[in-house]
């Protein structure tokens, strides 16, 4: 499985991003797909994920503002990022779970400014 994530960048608190995150390769095992990031001197931590049944989860810290959503005919998982602050700011990777085993994009950064 390969993931190549897009749509990070620079906002202003209280801006909104789109990320997105394509699958390629063995998909059709693919269970989860979702998101996580990793700010300067921090480790990477869970955002929010998408299972093939339709449920998804997100961290405490983002429920209310961001959105995970997923479209295996597309093989995509999106996060809808509203009403962001400066502690969102992070390396946010795409994140993969199928039978075969665990799979992570580039990452792409996303800045929020004060």
């Known amino acids: 499985v390969q993931l190549q994530a897009s749509g990070g960048g620079l906002v202003q608190a209280g801006g909104s991003l789109r990320l997105s995150c394509a699958a390629s390769?063995?998909?059709?095992?693919?269970?989860?797909m979702g998101w996580y990031r990793q700010a300067p001197g921090k480790q990477r931590e869970f955002v929010a994920i998408?299972?093939?049944?339709?449920?998804?989860n997100s961290a405490d810290s983002v429920k209310g503002r961001f959105t995970i959503s997923r479209d295996d005919a597309k093989n995509t998982v999106w996060l809808q990022m509203n009403s962001l602050k400066p502690e969102d700011t992070a390396v946010y990777y795409c994140?993969?779970?199928?039978?075969?085993?665990?799979?992570w994009g580039q990452g792409t950064q996303v800045t929020v400014s004060s």
């Open positions: 390769g063995s998909i059709a095992s693919i269970n989860f």
């Open positions: 994140n993969a779970v199928s039978g075969l085993g665990m799979y």
């Open positions: 998408a299972t093939s049944s339709g449920s998804t």
